[in-house]
């Protein structure tokens, strides 16, 4: 029962796709691989990355330190190099204490190697091509009936043009 209503919760409520599971491990290596996104896309110049920088304090914290086919790789500067740890941990911005999200996916990005972390599909290959059948019957339907309703209207306009 529990499960059902997690699985609601999270997938209608939330419209989440994945369960986050597991927990950190303290490696850092997330705050030192970071591409930011913004309303046209991934950061690709630093041009682009200074116009963003004063619209939210997480941003002041980044510098560039490469570009892949992603965009551009950024580091936190609050990460600690000697023991990999977050500086500023107790007052870390919301987007650090949320990650991972889900949403890293869509950009195209994935867990840091060795990650404490993983990202779970809450519904199973099963229930996804269930519902995929379902709802390829539901379009051919639509297709069957829709085509009728136009050829009666034909044929209702031919009636009145008479
Ligand atoms: S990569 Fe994963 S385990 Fe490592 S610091 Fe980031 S969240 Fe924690
Ligand atoms: S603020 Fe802390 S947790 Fe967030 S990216 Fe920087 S080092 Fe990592």
């Not at 529990?2 to 994945?18: D, E, G, M, P, V």
């Not at 941003?59 to 086919?69: A, F, I, N, Q, S």
Request: charged share 35%; net charge positive; with cysteine.
């Amino acid at each position: 029962m529990f499960s059902k209503l997690k699985k609601f919760y999270y997938t209608k409520i939330l419209k989440r796709k994945y369960y986050r599971v597991g927990e950190c491990k303290g490696c850092g290596r997330c705050c030192r691989q970071i591409y930011v996104k913004h309303a046209k896309g991934v950061i690709q110049t630093e041009k682009d990355f200074e116009n963003l920088k004063h619209q939210h304090r997480f941003y002041t914290y980044l510098k560039v330190t490469g570009k892949d086919e992603i965009g551009l790789i950024f580091e936190c500067q609050n990460l600690d190099p000697e023991t990999h740890l977050c500086k500023i941990h107790k007052t870390r911005p919301g987007i650090c204490r949320r990650y991972p999200q889900e949403e890293i996916f869509a950009m195209g990005g994935a867990l840091s190697e060795d990650c404490g972390y993983s990202l779970i599909p809450i519904e199973t290959f099963g229930e996804v091509f269930e519902k995929v059948e379902k709802q390829s019957k539901i379009n051919l339907w639509d297709k069957i009936f829709g085509r009728k309703t136009k050829i009666k209207e034909f044929e209702l306009k031919q009636k009145e043009g008479e």
